[in-house]
């Protein structure tokens, strides 16, 4: 599951730089940077990719808002969930949870930030992994215990 979890990301971040259409301004990168830094900052997602499905477009608002410590996310998903939740769930990956082990790094090509982390809720565990480029572009990859990993790609909100 490790191994996929690599590819999926190293799949991403390579599609993701190649197919910027963003400008990248002095000024744009500050106003990210800072976001980033201060820890308060939202991706909007519009693609989810499934491990085991074609990529979707979003047609709804979907998104990941950091702020502080916690995380909130309203999120979709699609693929293979390995057991179900007590009682009716409500689907879809939501959490307005505290964040453990939050870490951020910049890119080894210094074009933007490595940020992991990982929530613990009543029903489920996930593991973040984000990466925010200057351009503002992100990626998020969720995973989960007890579901098929997903990757969502969008932007950070201005």
């Not at 744009?28 to 499934?50: L, R």
């Not at 007590?86 to 910049?106: C, Q, T």
């Amino acid at each position: 599951m490790k191994s996929l979890f690599n590819h999926a990301v190293i799949l991403f971040l390579v599609f993701m730089t190649s197919c910027s259409t963003l400008k990248t301004t002095p000024v744009a990168i500050g106003e990210i940077t800072k976001k980033i830094e201060s820890k308060n900052f939202t991706v909007v997602v519009n693609y989810a990719n499934p491990m085991r499905m074609k990529q979707r477009y979003l047609t709804s608002e979907y998104d990941l808002h950091i702020k502080n410590d916690s995380a909130f996310a309203y999120l979709p998903y699609f693929g293979v969930a390995y057991s179900a939740p007590y009682g009716m769930g409500e689907g879809g990956i939501k959490f307005a949870e505290l964040m453990k082990d939050y870490y951020i790094v910049p890119t080894k090509k210094k074009d933007g930030w490595d940020i992991r982390f990982k929530i613990k809720d009543t029903e489920n565990s996930y593991d973040i992994s984000l990466s925010v480029f200057n351009n503002g572009r992100a990626m998020v990859v969720v995973s989960s215990y007890s579901r098929d990993l997903i990757t969502f790609t969008g932007e950070v909100k201005q």
